[in-house]
């Protein structure tokens, strides 16, 4: 076993006193955070171990969103025991039928699980945000769209303006921000790879849910770019299409919906860019660099909307179409 999906010492001591002695405790996955999980299996019982270690990681945002989510109807997993001291949470196991993987195998069902996706979402953005959740500003907004500057333009070797990349920012954002669109609980990573298929159809659109413990307050339509412009996996601009017009004939939208969706979607491919390069520049996950001509097709994408019209500009005059995608681990200088 990988060293780094041994359970902590702690774990043992955990899952006796959580009534789990005895039980095994099973490598299951790792993320893109110092998050590890596992697979707890003591007969026909099932539970999943989050090992979330301080000061690295912090369960409580988890588990407040969890149980936010849950006591509305949605299928977050319930907390089974917890020792926030440890970063130790037991979970229910919602099992190993991802979405992503479900997809893979039966490419013909796209459409019709995406629309369950959708129609989750629209549930979810028919309540006011959870209460205490910090808002999604321009000042976060900034911050996440400077990654790319902070990250990948060092990276592939560009000296670019980054006073004019926020400055043009500054002037597309009010488009979300100004929107008429209710202010809803944005769970923040809603894709194919953190949605899982449940055993029973009639719980939240069979639809479970996972990594939601960086929620915001924020615009309805940063959740739909994060399903429909997935980093993971390839989206077809039909289904993409078809399924934003499901979600406005759904909820209710402004007329700037769609706008305020393009900007939401190029600040959001700007951010993830930038992230997969620090995962490989910082972090020594160099797998990540494979998914950058992905983004750099979705942001291109996005950018072609004439409400990105500065922010397209800017990308013309400081990041030439040769670097928009994959960057070279093994000859890029660290």
């Given at each position: 076993m990988a060293s780094n999906m041994i359970p902590p010492e702690s774990a043992r001591f955990f899952l006796d006193n959580a009534g789990w002695a005895g039980a095994d405790i099973l490598p299951l996955a790792g993320d893109a955070s110092f998050r590890r999980y596992f697979r707890v299996v003591d007969g026909a019982r099932r539970a999943v171990l989050m090992d979330a270690p301080p000061p690295h990681e912090d369960p409580r945002p988890f588990i407040s969103v969890g149980e936010w989510l849950c006591a509305h109807g949605f299928a977050a997993p319930a907390i089974l025991a917890r020792d926030l001291a440890q970063g130790l949470v037991l979970l229910e196991d919602f099992g190993d039928a991802?979405?992503?993987?479900?997809?893979?195998?039966?490419?013909?069902?796209?459409?019709a699980l995406?629309?369950?996706?959708?129609?989750?979402?629209?549930?979810?953005?028919?309540?006011?945000?959870q209460e205490g959740l910090a808002p999604y500003d321009r000042a976060v907004y900034q911050r996440e769209a400077g990654l790319l500057t902070e990250w990948f333009a060092p990276a592939a070797g560009l000296s670019v303006d980054e006073a004019r990349y926020a400055a043009a920012w500054n002037k597309v954002l009010p488009i979300a921000e100004q929107d008429r669109a209710p202010v809803v609980t944005v769970l923040r990573d809603y894709h194919a790879e953190n949605i899982m298929l449940l055993s029973d159809p009639a719980r939240s659109h069979g639809l479970g849910l996972?990594?939601?413990?960086?929620?915001?307050?924020?615009h309805p339509g940063y959740?739909?770019?994060?399903?429909?412009?997935?980093?993971?996996?390839?989206?077809?601009?039909a289904v993409e299409q078809a399924m934003l017009a499901h979600y406005q004939a759904r909820a209710k939208v402004?007329?700037?919906?769609?706008?305020?969706?393009?900007?939401?979607?190029?600040?959001?491919?700007?951010?993830?860019?930038?992230?997969?390069?620090?995962?490989?520049?910082?972090?020594?996950?160099p797998r990540y660099l494979g998914f950058l001509p992905r983004m750099w097709g979705l942001l291109e994408r996005d950018l072609a909307h004439p409400a990105l019209a500065p922010v397209a500009d800017w990308f013309a005059a400081n990041v030439p179409d040769e670097a928009r995608g994959a960057l070279d681990a093994g000859h890029l200088a660290s």
């Amino acid at each position: 076993m990988a060293s780094n999906m041994i359970p902590p010492e702690s774990a043992r001591f955990f899952l006796d006193n959580a009534g789990w002695a005895g039980a095994d405790i099973l490598p299951l996955a790792g993320d893109a955070s110092f998050r590890r999980y596992f697979r707890v299996v003591d007969g026909a019982r099932r539970a999943v171990l989050m090992d979330a270690p301080p000061p690295h990681e912090d369960p409580r945002p988890f588990i407040s969103v969890g149980e936010w989510l849950c006591a509305h109807g949605f299928a977050a997993p319930a907390i089974l025991a917890r020792d926030l001291a440890q970063g130790l949470v037991l979970l229910e196991d919602f099992g190993d039928a991802r979405v992503r993987e479900h997809l893979d195998a039966a490419p013909a069902e796209e459409l019709a699980l995406y629309t369950r996706a959708v129609d989750l979402l629209v549930d979810l953005h028919a309540l006011p945000a959870q209460e205490g959740l910090a808002p999604y500003d321009r000042a976060v907004y900034q911050r996440e769209a400077g990654l790319l500057t902070e990250w990948f333009a060092p990276a592939a070797g560009l000296s670019v303006d980054e006073a004019r990349y926020a400055a043009a920012w500054n002037k597309v954002l009010p488009i979300a921000e100004q929107d008429r669109a209710p202010v809803v609980t944005v769970l923040r990573d809603y894709h194919a790879e953190n949605i899982m298929l449940l055993s029973d159809p009639a719980r939240s659109h069979g639809l479970g849910l996972l990594d939601f413990q960086d929620a915001l307050a924020g615009h309805p339509g940063y959740d739909l770019v994060s399903l429909l412009q997935d980093a993971r996996r390839d989206v077809s601009p039909a289904v993409e299409q078809a399924m934003l017009a499901h979600y406005q004939a759904r909820a209710k939208v402004s007329p700037d919906f769609e706008a305020a969706y393009a900007v939401l979607g190029a600040q959001r491919n700007a951010k993830i860019i930038g992230i997969f390069t620090r995962l490989w520049k910082r972090d020594g996950k160099p797998r990540y660099l494979g998914f950058l001509p992905r983004m750099w097709g979705l942001l291109e994408r996005d950018l072609a909307h004439p409400a990105l019209a500065p922010v397209a500009d800017w990308f013309a005059a400081n990041v030439p179409d040769e670097a928009r995608g994959a960057l070279d681990a093994g000859h890029l200088a660290s």
